[in-house]
């Protein structure tokens, strides 16, 4: 879980935001226990979240370089995120000088949208924002600077860094005093909310993209040929010999796209033309590309793999 704090004023927003992120592996009912045993302050330390961690067996990966809030032009940003069954669920609050947005997105889709003008704003779990809100509360004053309400901050985050591994010790901060109405404030959130979301979609798109690909790649690579005939040698040129494919091999390209099909034609280059003739059978053996008569090697650019039947 993350703590991010927000203050946002007619002077300018300040905002932190912790850079822990835990990740949790194992049986889904003890990774609950786990995370009610740790959000709840039962858990005190790092210590004590491996160990109990350990005795659950449930695996654990803590990171603390997440970025969970960040700087966009006069306007910044905090993110706080929550696995469903299909979807990342995001909490992202948007803050500059007199205005802020609460937007809820759903995957890269906005799921609901808060506005208003001025506020104290604090994501976290149960027992942070008690803490952080208690706090906040009672050192607050009037007329309270950016730079103060900064320092609060800062003092607020490193105190419950030491009550709960939940969140780091280390922090992101910042704070903008960009002069504007609300007016203008609500024009340059919305803008910078359209962007941002657009940035969004297209990342998750070029994600789910990748992952295609690499599974693609994966089951493609288990086709590769290792071992096994790949064909008859039917025409010599010098060095560069043609290959007739057997009927259950073709020939890919590195982008894993069909050169060359099952019984067509594709060229290898051997040394010695010498130790080739037509009609000889073209092997794989003990994963050499060679002559099956004469153990010469042959060279290819093409990945030789078993057709789909």
Known sequence: MSLIMTYIGSHGCVMIGDKRRIAFFGDKELIQK???ELYSGKIKNDEELLERSK???VTIKVVDDAKKVRSLGDVVVGEVRFKTTFETRRKRIYATTNGYDIVELLGSKIDKIQKGESSIIV??????????????????KPKTNLKDIGELFKVIMEEIALLTPSISKDYDFFVKSKNMNNNEAQKLLRETIVRDVKLLEKW?????DDLLEKARSIE???????????GQVSGINDDNIEITLNNDIEALDIDWNVVAHTGEKVSMG???PSQVK?????????????????KSQLKC????????E
């Open 270 to 272: 051997i040394n010695d």
């Open 55 to 57: 005795s659950l067996d």
């Open 301 to 308: 650019e093409v990945i030789l793999c078993k057709a789909d």
């Open 220 to 230: 493609m690579a288990k086709k590769i040929i290792i071992e096994g005939q790949i």
């Open 34 to 36: 786990l995370e009610e």
């Open 204 to 208: 998750r798109n070029k994600l789910k």
């Open 278 to 294: 037509e009609g000889d059978l073209v092997v794989i053996e003990k994963e050499n590309l060679c002559i099956k008569r004469t």
């Open 123 to 140: 994501f976290g779990n149960k027992m942070t924002k008690k803490i952080a809100n208690d706090t906040i509360r009672e050192n607050w």
